[in-house]
């Protein structure tokens, strides 16, 4: 597959997966980080550092290995991933080519699978997909998760126009606020508890 003709510009504002969670679990955490530079003191957490971990020992691990039964034929390792269009940027762990013509993302998660797909996972995933169809001028129809704590358990959902649309409009939102507008807060308040902004956002 070859790359398109798409090329990532440094002096630009690219969001990234974490980012756009963090926005769409509140927006208004976005604005204070982002939009009025107020940074927050969060101590690293450990399933953070120990997912880095895992990472680096499958990159190193599963450099020749290819995954047959998902129908591949290729893979790229540990990429780097933007879209000049959407203005977004990511790293992921492996890009696919599969069988059918099709490319893929597949991620590893520092987790236990416990029948639900989270949503957090999910909107990083799609931005994936976004990203590798614009760089690679190819269709992407699934991502790959690999639960590392469920014995390397591989799951797989589809890329569904619906969900792409729904990830347009977040990352259109997102840049709505870097340009300074106020968002409402979220309606959920139990999200406020452990908010390094709570003393400063306005109810």
């Known amino acids: 597959m070859k790359s398109s003709q798409s090329f990532f510009d440094e002096f630009d504002y690219y969001i990234t997966p974490s980012e756009l969670i963090e926005f769409n679990y509140c927006k208004r ?3 204070y980080m982002k939009c009025l530079n107020i940074p927050q003191f969060e101590e690293k957490r450990f399933k953070v550092q120990k997912g880095k971990e895992i990472h680096l020992k499958k990159e190193n691990e599963n450099k020749t290995y290819l995954r047959k039964k998902l129908g591949a ?7 780097d991933l933007y879209s000049q269009k959407y203005k977004i940027k990511g790293i992921v762990d492996e890009v696919l080519t599969l069988n059918d013509n099709t490319m893929a993302p597949l991620d590893y998660k ?15 995933m799609l931005m994936y997909a976004l990203m590798i169809e614009e760089m690679y001028d190819c269709k992407v129809k699934k991502c790959f998760l690999v639960y590392t704590r469920s014995s390397n ?11 792409i649309s729904k ?5 259109k939102e997102y840049f ?14 139990s999200r406020c508890i452990d908010c390094c902004y709570k003393n400063i956002c306005i109810k």
């Open 153 to 163: 358990l591989v799951k797989e959902f589809d890329v569904k126009e619906k969900d």
């Open 73 to 79: 034929i290729d893979k790229k390792i540990n990429v």
């Open 167 to 171: 990830l347009k409009k977040s990352i």
């Open 110 to 124: 520092f987790a236990k699978f416990d029948e639900v797909l989270y949503k957090t996972y999910k909107e990083q």
């Open 29 to 31: 955490f976005i604005y």
């Open 176 to 189: 709505k606020v870097m340009e300074g507008f106020f968002p409402k807060a979220t309606t959920s308040k």
